[in-house]
């Protein structure tokens, strides 16, 4: 199946909110990473989401050319094409873009899918995350709004961060402490920006003591009750169950029980970063160390071309990271319920 239209990615979201599950959300580095998250998708049977960080579009470009936007449109022109073969929907988003860079990546990015619009094509990207998390929450909610009101033309749907996330994520870091919790009336605030949809569809990551990458468990105190408190709030004064599509941000390490008290609580997405990394690079370096002496030329050797072909140790890492994208899958609820 190709990559997911505007209605199909809104589908995919209501499927999973109304269902009790969150769709996994990979972020990916390369085509190679892309391919193993499209197998774990496929092989769990789930559907899911393919994420782009703000590093890793300026990765994707190559060192000659540093353009965000150029290096996440490749990637996406490379997933359209693979994603065909699947028997799963799969959505493209760009995650965590801060304010200095709105405009050498998101704005470009909603600017091609309005453009492609006026041609009669959907969007390359389904979504994009505005990160708002370093600005105060006025300004936050202000670009907010516009970005709604472009995504609306673009017919892509807004992703935004109210509260801090913890922890650092391609070069974006906040402290661990008490700011790691939304509130009511951050939420209060948010409605009154940009609505309950009428406006546009949009992602919300509020923040119940999330941190990014690996971590202290000590020093990490998840408290996803704040999400439940936040939903009966808003949703008694707007008439609406469960008004917020929310986004689970800085899971690893988070318990099954955390996880599913979340999902509970409104979470249709849970973005998976760290674990499919190190699933991918253990592999590889698996692969070094049990044939250094094959894939180095030692001593005026010759080495082994079979042992240092990147086709030899890449194709072991896809499979243990499509692994780890089946465990997310199981332990997110989306194994099995992919859309028909």
Not at 8 to 22: E, L, P, Q, S
Not at 61 to 83: F, N, P
Not at 128 to 133: K, P, Q
Not at 202 to 224: C, D, E, K, W
Request: charge should be negative.
């Amino acid at each position: 199946m190709p990559i997911a239209t505007p209605e199909t990615y809104a589908a995919m979201i209501d499927n999973a909110k109304n269902r009790g599950f969150a769709l996994p959300a990979i972020n990916v580095t390369s085509s190679q990473t892309l391919n193993a998250a499209l197998q774990g998708f496929a092989e769990a049977e789930s559907d899911g989401i393919i994420q782009v960080s703000l590093g890793t579009a300026l990765y994707l470009s190559g060192t000659s050319v540093q353009d965000r936007a150029i290096g996440s449109k490749a990637l996406a022109l490379y997933a359209h094409e693979v994603a065909q073969r699947y028997g799963i929907t799969v959505a493209l988003h760009t995650d965590h873009c801060p304010v200095q860079h709105l405009d050498d990546w998101v704005r470009p990015l909603l600017d091609d899918a309005i453009q492609r619009r006026a041609r009669g094509l959907d969007p390359l990207f389904q979504s994009h995350m505005w990160d708002g998390s370093a600005v105060p929450l006025d300004e936050n909610l202000r670009i907010a709004d516009e970005l709604l009101q472009l995504s609306e033309q673009a017919r892509t749907i807004l992703e935004i961060e109210v509260g801090v996330v913890g922890g650092e994520e391609d070069g974006i870091s906040h402290e661990i402490n008490d700011e790691l919790y939304s509130t009511v009336d951050d939420a209060r605030a948010t409605v009154a920006a940009l609505g309950t949809g009428e406006r546009g569809r949009y992602l919300t990551a509020l923040t119940f003591g999330n941190v990014h990458g690996v971590y202290n468990p000590a020093s990490v105190h998840l408290r996803p009750e704040i999400l439940g408190e936040i939903q009966s709030a808003i949703g008694a004064e707007t008439g609406r169950d469960r008004p917020f599509d929310l986004v689970f941000h800085g899971g690893s390490g988070s318990s099954p029980q955390e996880i599913s008290d979340a999902i509970s609580h409104g979470v249709v997405k849970m973005n998976i970063d760290t674990d499919t990394q190190y699933a991918f690079t253990s592999s590889i370096a698996g692969h070094m160390m049990s044939n250094w002496n094959r894939v180095l030329k030692i001593d005026g050797g010759y080495g082994d071309k079979k042992a240092y072909d990147p086709r030899s140790w890449g194709r072991p890492a896809e499979g243990a990271m499509a692994a780890r994208v089946v465990r997310a899958a199981e332990e997110l609820g989306s194994a099995g319920r992919a859309l028909r």
